[in-house]
Nanobody, 116 residues
């Protein structure tokens, strides 16, 4: 079965960095696009970044362009989100997602808190 397990969240000061990881299993990772979403307190879940397979074309939400980088390691079945210059408004639970056969699969999420 499809499993997505996020890790790497935590508490960081404004201006700091974190790298999130999402380890995938149960499907042929290299052939699927992957994405990161987040849901802040009292907010709806929103797309942060996505990456396609086979060449890895990426897209980003305007709010994170230039600060976040999504990447993938197909040998490790893992997608990453490098987050730099973090701001308090980046505080959220971060989730990775894959769509397979028109079904969405989500991880359990990892909490990122940006605060001094």
């Amino acid at each position: 079965q499809v499993q997505l397990v996020e890790s790497g969240g935590g508490l960081v000061q404004p201006g700091g960095s974190l790298r999130l990881s999402c380890a995938a299993s149960g499907f042929t990772f290299s052939t699927y696009g992957m994405s990161w979403y987040r849901q802040g307190p009292g907010k709806e879940r929103e797309l942060v970044a996505g990456i396609l397979p086979a060449g890895g074309t990426t897209n980003y939400a305007d709010s994170v362009k230039g600060r976040f980088t999504i990447s993938r390691d197909d040998a490790k079945n893992t997608v990453y989100l490098q987050m730099n210059s973090l701001k308090p408004e980046d505080t959220a639970v971060y989730y990775c997602k894959v769509v397979r056969f028109w079904m969405e699969y989500w991880g359990q999420g990892t909490q990122v808190t940006v605060s001094s």
